[in-house]
């Protein structure tokens, strides 16, 4: 997974579906363009936004995303980047920070997730950047279904 992107205000839910995919992508929330376009100079990342200005700012190294609906963003920006997200890639990401999850013991998480899911569940992942526990229940099946259904070109819901 070689592209890395940096992603302005207006695309914060975009970002955490390209980090859902397994890509490097920096959200630094509210901050000027000129912050944006140095860390996409200077990091080497893609600039993706919906603002058509800061875009031509950042040529080459810009995505500007025309869709509203975030599913169509999705879509949008997979085509226009030609993203090949490899399943295997998916949900390495915090969808938080940004940080590559790491494998987690399940022994050492008694306490620190509920105990249904304790006792339910046997693979954890784990930020070590932010602390954040994650496993793979019902809404990491519905996001993995979702991005199934959004980078293979299906339609529906």
Known sequence: MDQRFVVD????????WLRA????TLYPGETGDRRLLDLALAEERVLVTRDRMLARLAQPRECLITEERLDEQIREAVRRLGLRPREADWLTRCLECNARLEPRARDTLRGLVPEHVFATHAEFMACPRCAR?????????????????????????
Request: proline share 0%.
């Open 9 to 16: 205000t207006m695309l914060g839910r975009l970002a955490r």
């Open 21 to 24: 995919m397994g890509y490097d």
């Open 133 to 157: 526990i994650f496993w793979a229940g019902t809404h990491a099946h519905r996001m993995l279904d979702r991005l199934a259904r959004l980078v293979n070109g299906e339609t529906g819901g």
